[in-house]
């Protein structure tokens, strides 16, 4: 029922900011939280942020909380995450996801849809 893309990774060096995007399809999206977690090699897929359906609440892993902000468009079916004083352990691929379970928001099982990814690097 729905297609996620995700965009705006790249290498950067520390302290900079980028902005993650990621393209929703479907009529539907505006009904569902979404999330945002990120695989570094050698290591489980990890939560990064997420987003209630209308964008009213917001929750982020403490790894990232004050440096990471996640809002959403529901207009344009689209999730963002923008990232700021990033950090060298950051580097991972970025993935949107679509929550489509009632429970935690931080368990990978509770999304169904995800993004094909989005390479962040950051460099020291």
């Known amino acids: 029922q729905v297609q996620l893309v995700e965009s705006g990774g790249g290498l950067v060096q520390a302290g900079d900011s980028l902005r993650l995007s990621c393209a929703a399809s479907g009529r539907t999206f505006s009904s569902y939280a979404m999330g945002w977690f990120r695989q570094a090699p050698g290591k489980e897929r990890e939560f990064v942020a997420a987003?209630?359906?209308?964008?009213?609440?917001?929750y982020y892993a403490d790894s990232v909380k004050g440096r990471f902000t996640i809002s959403r468009d529901n207009a344009k079916n689209t999730v963002y995450l923008q990232m700021n004083s990033l950090k060298p352990e950051d580097t991972a691929v970025y993935y949107c996801a679509v929550k489509t379970r009632a429970g935690r928001s931080d368990f990978l099982t509770q999304y169904d849809y995800w993004g094909q990814g989005t390479q962040v690097t950051v460099s020291s």
């Open positions: 987003i209630s359906s209308s964008g009213g609440r917001t």
